[in-house]
């Protein structure tokens, strides 16, 4: 199974302890992303907001081993405490699955 994370922002240009193998590739799905958050530490942040214009962003594959070693990584990249449940989401691509980003991940298998 190949893992890989979806990034813009510092986590591409200072990716710290997040375990990417190889470079981050500029084909990826294009995102509404916006300045939408204040993060823990108090500066403003971007996230992925439903109204802001979509932008393109980046992916990286991830050297883990599992879906969920692979999200504790991205979990502690970013700070995210455990007890909270949002900030670190997963897809997992089924026959099933559709959409934007179900179709980007299928081109690049």
């Not at 375990?19 to 300045?35: R, S």
């Not at 204040?38 to 403003?44: K, M, N, Q, Y």
Request: contains cysteine.
């Amino acid at each position: 199974m190949k893992i890989v994370c979806l990034g813009w922002g510092s986590l591409v240009w200072k990716s710290g302890a997040l375990p990417v193998a190889g470079e981050w590739h500029a084909d990826g799905p294009e995102l509404p992303i916006e300045f939408s958050r204040v993060s823990d530490g108090g500066e403003l942040a971007t996230a992925i907001c439903i109204n802001a214009t979509p932008v393109p962003v980046l992916w990286a594959t991830l050297a883990t081993h599992s879906l969920s070693e692979a999200c504790q990584a991205l979990r502690e990249r970013e700070g995210i405490p455990e007890e909270r449940v949002d900030g670190v989401g997963s897809l997992t691509l089924s026959s099933q699955t559709t959409g934007l980003l179900a179709d980007w991940a299928r081109a690049r298998h």
